[in-house]
């Protein structure tokens, strides 16, 4: 700890960096602790679950480091939670650190897992992870040999990856956003020249899954598998968003998982962080979250995150028995194991409300949005929302919320969360489809027949 460690008569203080609803979901769950801790909160936006829960909350530019720094010297946490991941692959934690308070999230360096595609297969491939799709990585742009590569290797089935933090758009799957090898090559073109760099891999096939993972050092303790839903609209169609909704399962699996599937996904999770220590000299200390897709031999990393994911965060976080703030101190002081993570056995089902033109968004900026309250089983996490003087709350471009329901069946969580989507009130949307039995069975029978 630093030195203005924790004692019993100074109020213990905690410093969260954070956007989105995401955010709002990290606050919630330190303030459960039973510390009481002050919470000083920064975002970008005036977020009302924030600034309910906040002994101090600033809405300003988060990138802004000098700004951060000076008000972690004023305030002198005990520790420091960054939750979005610009902030993390800019180093923030570094400099925090620097100024001897301990942080919730990875150097610059380890967080290359989730800023560099390229940095992220390599160390697999270095240390024998074996569980990646054929891939190259590119520093030049070399058409014949990008041309060999997906005809060949990819059977003409590829992706093409920016190799940098893109908002979730740096990436292109031929069939969806690509229609040919010679536009994939072109974009792979113009990703060199923006980043330097791309990754160009073999398309898998099969179903996504994420697998997070709490990580102090090589240890390693995992949460509930979380299956996402990126398309904009209901049946899995439209363009790719943030995530429009998210569920979770009493047992912490998915129901087209086989035991063996969640396992190897949390082997490998355990593999990243050893070879991370081992690659970056230094422990990795915060979330590590796996991309995973089961394919029909098995499992497959599709790509890492330094951070909590969003919205798999609003599932995990409603549901975790553990006291959060002292589990965050386990991991700074270098105690944390397996025995300090306990969820509790229910389902939960998270739908986003966004403005109705999603993902453009723009046409609803600045209109009012009311939603109902909060229930011991129906939860509200604001994201780009904003509260006026007068405590109305106003819609921004993306996201708006993620509404939560939790139950002791899937069926159950996702009729609570269906039931306060439909009483939110504004000119906004949600995808109805996101934990029905309807959709979750499509994924079973997918995985059925690809492994038949």
């Known amino acids: 700890m630093h030195p203005y460690g924790c004692c019993y008569n100074r109020i213990m203080k905690i410093l969260l960096v954070s ?3 995401r955010g709002h979901a990290i606050a919630e769950a330190l303030s459960r602790s039973h510390h009481n ?5 920064l975002s970008p936006n005036k977020n009302p679950g ?5 002994h101090r909350h600033e809405a300003m530019d988060i990138m802004n480091f000098d700004a951060v720094l000076k008000i972690a010297k004023e305030e002198q946490p005990e520790f420091a939670f960054i939750g979005p991941d610009d902030p993390i692959a800019g180093g923030l934690a570094d400099l925090l650190e620097e100024q001897g308070i301990p942080c919730i999230a990875p150097r610059k360096s380890l967080a290359r897992i989730e800023s560099s595609k390229a940095f992220a297969r390599e160390l697999m491939q270095k240390h024998g992870i074996n569980s990646y799709p054929k891939f190259m990585a590119y520093q030049r742009a070399d058409a014949k040999s990008m041309d060999r590569f997906i005809r060949g290797d990819c059977g003409g089935e590829f992706v093409v990856k920016y190799d940098a933090l893109k908002g979730g758009k740096g990436v292109k ?3 969806e956003h690509i229609h040919s090898v010679e536009e994939g090559i072109r974009y792979a073109e113009e990703c060199i020249a923006e980043c330097g760099k791309v990754v160009i891999e073999e398309k898998l096939i099969g179903v996504e899954f994420s697998l997070m993972s709490f990580a102090s050092g090589t ?7 979380v299956q996402d839903h990126k398309r904009a609209y209901e049946g899995d169609t439209g363009p790719n968003t943030g995530g429009m909704g998210t569920y979770s399962c009493p047992d912490h699996s998915l129901p087209f998982l086989t035991p063996s599937d969640l396992e190897e996904a949390k082997k490998i999770n355990r593999q990243i962080a050893a070879a991370l220590l081992k690659e970056c000299g230094h422990p990795y200390r915060g979330i590590l979250y796996g991309g995973f897709i089961a394919v029909r031999d098995g499992v497959r990393v599709i790509e890492y995150n330094a951070r909590f994911g969003d919205p798999e965060a609003l599932n995990v976080l409603p549901i975790l028995s553990s006291d959060f703030v002292e589990l965050c101190q386990s991991m700074i002081e270098g105690t944390f194991n397996e025995n300090f993570v306990r969820f509790a056995h229910q389902a939960t089902v998270c739908k986003y409300i966004t403005p109705k033109s999603y993902p453009d968004g723009k046409m609803e900026k600045g209109q009012e949005v009311i939603f109902p309250k909060s229930t011991e089983t129906g939860r509200i996490y604001y994201g780009d929302i904003s509260q006026e003087g007068s405590g109305k709350l106003l819609l921004g471009g993306s996201r708006s919320s993620g509404i ?6 899937l069926e159950e969580a996702e009729k609570i969360a269906q039931k306060m989507c439909s009483e939110v009130k504004g000119p906004v949307r949600f995808r109805a489809d996101i934990g029905t039995e309807e959709l979750v069975q499509q994924r079973v029978e997918m995985m059925k027949k690809l492994r038949s």
């Open 19 to 21: 956007s989105s609803a």
């Open 37 to 41: 801790p002050q919470l000083i909160c």
């Open 50 to 54: 924030l600034i309910a829960l906040a």
């Open 173 to 175: 799957v031929s069939g």
């Open 219 to 225: 240890e390693v303790a995992d949460m509930p598998a």
């Open 404 to 409: 939560v329901g939790m139950g002791s069946s």
